[in-house]
């Protein structure tokens, strides 16, 4: 519960600048002629496709912020077991933060246009994040081989809900990386392909921001924070 | 993906070549895969009113078992569970959410706001395929053993998954992965309508000088990007718990004498989370209705709306408060009575902005040149029934009157008046208004007037008489009363003037086919602007509008959408994009 309020304070503030900044306390029905729409800093409209990202951004955060509640109050019920973490969880965990790295590193070669530099991170990038998911592959089964099913525990039924959806949101945006990767190696407008690849690097700073709040909820970082929102609701 | 005409500083360019614009090949790709809004508009919209015929069907089942109980041999009370579940799952989301977000949403979002076409025409196509694909998995468990779902419209565990419950093998299976599937597709649609709305604005059009028509669209998509993510997570949990045998939300259980293998699960966590999609619902319904009939009461009774700035802001308060009153759904659950205190507070506080709208709607018609057309006599049906269906959402949203209320029929008059009658009569009315603009046609007056008496007449004589049923406290979702004490003998003949008026009203809208499919070859030339609208939509250059809307150049504007009846002008209109008069003053 508190988590959704969380979520809905920071979604909530960041439309409301941004209707703010578009003019929505300015009494333009009130006005003749023609007016300028909003220009950024740089004397742009910011593009569709970033707007794009963003909201859809918001739409996952919204996903994975109402599981993490789920994970909370489910969590307060006696037949609450944790299964050992499989250890791979860390190798995976540097594994995105690499595959992040690397698409940040694309993101800035590809504006200064350094086009080999951009591709190599790309492929980096697209490496880094197949690694990962097949390391998380071999986590589900070190939990399936334990006998750690999902039928058995809730907690084991969340360690796969969480890894899957994160993992789904990542193949999706592995299908874009690899569409990036096809337009690189064509002749593409360096412009457009820095934004392309400026998107790609938005998501997956997104997917390893998500990733780093579902692992410590599997660790068990969050669980103080559990009880608390346990006691405000009973 | 994204289209080519925005130009590198961000803004719509002005003038397009042809030969940037998305261009259909073939047959195939013009009316079947096309990539236009307004052609995806019109597939929306004819999908979600045909499974809204299917519900209505469903309906008339529910009804005639209420009033003839045991009367008709194949309703029996698995068949009579699995309508009321069909037809109020298929009438809120597949039927309102799709016509007017997919629907309304694609046709007059870009025309409204001067766009081309939505920003991803692409995933546009691809969101209408996709909620076809749901729609038809949805439809197909009436062909599955068992036949589909009877957990009703809420789907709560356990129940939903028991043996007992009709469609328990197969029916709920096909259930929520069709909602997924709609999900999915939804998000698809909604990334458009609302980045469409804050990037393809043409010049001149700023937010405040946008229709409330919009406004009212493009709130109600962004509420339904974030509340539907919780039914998303509920389906799929729940899909987990039938399937794979998981416990998120089915405790242990005893079930025809064994013991099932579940244990621990939330039932509580499963209502959380559906209403925390399903009370922002409402509104997602509600909100583009009121943007419509904003402008559908403006242009038929040629007077600005009353209190723009106020009608923009109550829509987003409304927006945001009802993310923050999904509690009311659960009162008798159990929970603490100090949430059921907050979430009673939040629920009261919605009729703030809600009133402001009202009373901006009638203040508009005062003394205003009001002509009964058919819109308008249907946008007057919606501000009647939309108060009398609030002022019981005030009773039911206390907790203290809620309490003996909930789970009998008053709840169910509540919400069919305020989120059943109210947008329907909204949609027929904007069908009215919108039909020249979609077909270059006039609909038919006289028939148009017969059938809003009949409709607006019939729903009553359905819905009135509920308020009281439920007062005297007969329960809703019961397959048959028999014998009680304290429902008076009343009730049966009740029962039966409501089943009669719903065959009526349903078979009044026979009606409004017929005349819809008459007008598309018979019906008057409408020409472009025939209400003398202000809006954009009303400006295009060739009626119905042709590919990219705007011919060569897109038009600029220079005001706000309701310039009528103003003093001294030649005209008793002003479109948004007439150049600035001599003497007027420009900025």
């Known amino acids: 519960m508190s988590v959704m309020g969380l979520f809905f304070i920071c979604v909530f503030s960041v439309a409301i600048t941004y209707l703010w900044r578009e003019g929505i306390l300015e009494a333009s029905w009130l006005q003749e002629g023609e007016i300028a729409a909003y220009r950024g800093k740089d004397g742009r409209r910011p593009n569709a496709a970033k707007t794009g990202l963003v909201v859809f951004l918001a739409v996952a955060l919204c996903l994975f912020s109402l599981l993490a509640a789920a994970f909370f109050m489910r969590m307060g019920s006696y037949d609450w077991l944790s299964a050992p973490l499989p250890r791979i969880l860390w190798f995976n965990t540097v594994a995105l933060i690499a595959a992040s790295g690397a698409l940040h590193v694309a993101s800035t070669a590809a504006t200064t246009g350094a086009r080999e530099r951009m591709r190599n991170a790309l492929w980096a990038g697209a490496v880094a994040s197949l690694a990962f998911l097949s390391g998380q592959l071999w986590a589900w089964r070190d939990m399936i081989a334990g006998g750690f099913y999902a039928s058995q525990n809730p907690a084991n039924a969340f360690f796969f809900l969480l890894t899957g959806a994160h993992a789904l949101h990542l193949m999706g945006g592995l299908f874009a990386l690899f569409w990036t990767i096809a337009q690189a190696s064509r002749k593409e407008a360096e412009n457009a392909l820095a934004k392309t690849v400026e998107l790609c690097a938005i998501y997956w700073h997104f997917l390893l921001a998500v990733w780093l709040l579902v692992f410590a909820l599997l660790v068990g970082w969050a669980d103080n924070l559990g009880v608390v929102c346990r006691r405000l609701l009973s | ?587």
């Open chain 2, 1 to 587: 993906m994204t289209d080519v005409s925005i130009e590198d500083d961000g803004v719509p360019s002005q003038e397009v070549e042809d030969v940037e614009l998305y261009h259909a090949t073939s047959w195939l790709t013009k009316y079947v895969f096309s990539q236009d809004a307004k052609v995806i508009a019109i597939q929306y919209a004819c999908t979600a009113i045909a499974i809204g015929l299917v519900a209505l069907v469903l309906s008339w089942l529910i009804r005639l078992q209420l009033a003839f109980p045991g009367a008709i041999p194949f309703i029996d009370a698995n068949v009579y569970y699995q309508a009321v579940t069909m037809h109020g799952m298929i009438m809120v989301v597949y039927m309102l959410t799709a016509i007017f977000l997919g629907g309304f949403g694609n046709y007059l979002i870009p025309l409204m706001i001067g766009a081309r076409d939505m920003v991803f025409p692409f995933v546009n196509m691809l969101s209408y395929w996709v909620y076809l694909l749901a729609t038809l998995i949805l439809a197909a468990s009436y062909f599955v053993p068992g036949g589909p779902s009877g957990a009703g419209w809420t789907l709560y565990p356990p129940q939903a998954i028991l043996t007992g419950t009709p469609g328990h093998e197969w029916g709920i299976i096909l259930m929520l992965a069709s909602l997924i599937l709609f999900i999915v597709g939804f998000t698809m649609g909604g990334l458009n309508y609302v980045v469409t709305v804050l990037q393809a604005r043409t010049r001149g059009m700023t937010l405040m000088r946008m229709p409330l028509t919009v406004w009212g669209i493009f709130t109600a998509a962004v509420m339904a990007l974030l509340a539907f993510p919780g039914l998303f997570v509920a389906c799929v949990m729940l899909l987990l718990d039938r399937t794979l045998g998981t416990s998120f939300f089915v405790p242990a259980i005893v079930e025809m004498g064994e013991r099932r293998d579940y244990s621990g699960g939330s039932p509580i966590l499963f209502q959380h989370l559906f209403w925390f999609f399903g009370h922002p619902e409402v509104y997602i319904v509600a909100l583009p209705a009121f943007g419509m009939v904003s402008d559908l009461i403006s242009v038929h009774a040629r007077k600005n709306i009353f209190g723009y700035r106020m009608m923009v802001w109550a829509i987003l308060a409304i927006g945001i408060l009802s993310m923050v009153v999904w509690g009311h759904h659960m009162y008798v659950s159990g929970m603490n009575p100090l949430f059921g205190f907050f979430f009673a507070v939040t629920t009261l506080a919605i009729a703030v902005p809600t009133a402001m709208k009202v009373y901006n709607w009638v203040v508009t018609l005062w003394r205003a040149d009001i002509h009964f057309t058919t819109p308008m006599l249907f946008a007057l049906g919606f501000l009647i029934t939309f108060v009398n269906g609030g002022i019981t959402g005030l009773y039911l949203g206390n907790v203290i009157v809620d309490v003996p209320l909930s789970a009998t029929l008053f709840v169910v008059a509540h919400f069919h008046m305020v989120m059943g009658i109210a947008p329907v009569l909204v949609i027929f009315g904007a069908i009215y208004h919108w039909y020249p603009k979609i077909t270059g046609r006039m609909m038919d007056e006289r028939l148009g007037k017969i059938h809003f008496w009949i409709t607006f007449l019939g729903a009553y004589a359905v819905f009135f008489p509920m308020h009281y049923l439920g007062l005297v406290g007969v329960p809703r979702r019961f397959y048959e009363m028999g014998e009680t004490a304290f429902v008076p003998h009343s009730a049966v003949g009740l029962n039966i003037f409501m089943t009669v008026m719903a065959l009526i009203v349903g078979f009044s809208q026979l009606i409004f086919f017929y005349n819809a499919f008459k007008s598309l070859k018979h019906g008057a030339l409408a020409g472009g602007n025939p209400w003398r609208a202000a809006s954009l939509e009303w400006q295009t250059p060739e009626t119905p509008p042709g590919h990219g809307n705007w011919g060569k150049q897109l038009p600029i504007v220079y005001r706000w959408p309701y310039g009528y009846s103003i003093p001294g002008a030649p005209d008793d209109f002003l479109p948004q994009n007439a150049p600035p008069q001599r003497g007027e003053h420009a900025t």
